[in-house]
T-cell receptor
Framework: GDSVTQMEGPVTLSEEAFLTINCTYT??????LFWYVQYPGEGLQLLLK?????DKGSNKGFEATYRKETTSFHLEKGSVQVSDSAVYFC?????????????FGKGTRLSVIA | NAGVTQTPKFQVLKTGQSMTLQCAQD?????MYWYRQDPGMGLRLIYY???????DKGEVPNGYNVSRLNKREFSLRLESAAPSQTSVYFC??????????????FGPGTRLLVL
């Protein structure tokens, strides 16, 4: 079945460092891809998404490009801030139906230190 | 819009007690989901409801039951709580009109401790 693999955390960076969180997926069709963020003590919220190959999703300085040839959707940010400390989840949505749940990776915890 | 709301926020149970976690959404979404989140395990799907009147098992359904009461509400019941059910529980909803690109919206979570 469909699956999402994320890099293991935790990731610790200094403020203003460059961030990459790797995400690769396995899917039988052409899924939509998502990044969610979970701040401490809160639920998950959508950070960005891409719905077809070569699309780039972006939000709050974060970007991710849907790469069909490498089945990847890596999250990047050029200069992280302490407020970016959170858990990040990569997810995909199956091609066939919008009714089925998103498939989530295990999450990557990011800590940014001043 | 309140979005997805969950009650209670926190709960402590003794082993063997029962309780129901409530979830409601005011976005007129067809699909609703229950997840549990444990350290190092990410999110695991317990049950979901693709539309009013239907429910399906997810990855970890044992020990839980659900009720899709109407389009707005989707409750999760623990009939006889066990310490292994200590977790943070998240409810989510999703519109289905736009197909696979639709986003899931999450509630703030219920933190459950079973002693």
């Amino acid at each position: 079945g469909d699956s999402v693999t994320q890099m293991e955390g935790p990731v610790t960076l200094s403020e203003e460092a460059f961030l990459t969180i790797n995400c690769t997926y396995t899917a039988t069709g052409y899924p939509s891809l998502f990044w969610y963020v979970q701040y401490p003590g809160e639920g998950l919220q959508l950070l960005l998404k891409a719905t077809k190959a070569d699309d780039k999703g972006s939000n709050k300085g974060f970007e991710a490009t849907y790469r069909k040839e490498t089945t990847s959707f890596h999250l990047e940010k050029g200069s992280v801030q302490v407020s970016d400390s959170a858990v990040y989840f990569c997810a995909l949505s199956e091609t066939f139906s919008g009714n089925t749940p998103l498939v989530f990776g295990k999450g990557t915890r990011l800590s940014v230190i001043a | 819009n309140a979005g997805v709301t969950q009650t209670p926020k926190f709960q402590v149970l003794k082993t063997g007690q029962s309780m129901t976690l409530q979830c409601a959404q005011d976005m007129n979404h067809n699909s609703m989901y229950w997840y549990r989140q444990d350290p190092g395990m990410g999110l695991r799907l317990i049950y979901y409801s693709a539309s009013e009147g239907t429910t399906d098992k997810g990855e970890v359904p044992n020990g839980y039951n659900v009720s899709r009461l109407n389009k707005r509400e989707f409750s999760l019941r623990l009939e006889s709580a066990a310490p292994s059910q200590t977790s943070v529980y998240f409810c989510a909803s999703r519109p289905t009109s736009g197909g696979t690109q639709e986003t899931q919206y999450f509630g703030p979570g219920t933190r459950l401790l079973v002693l």
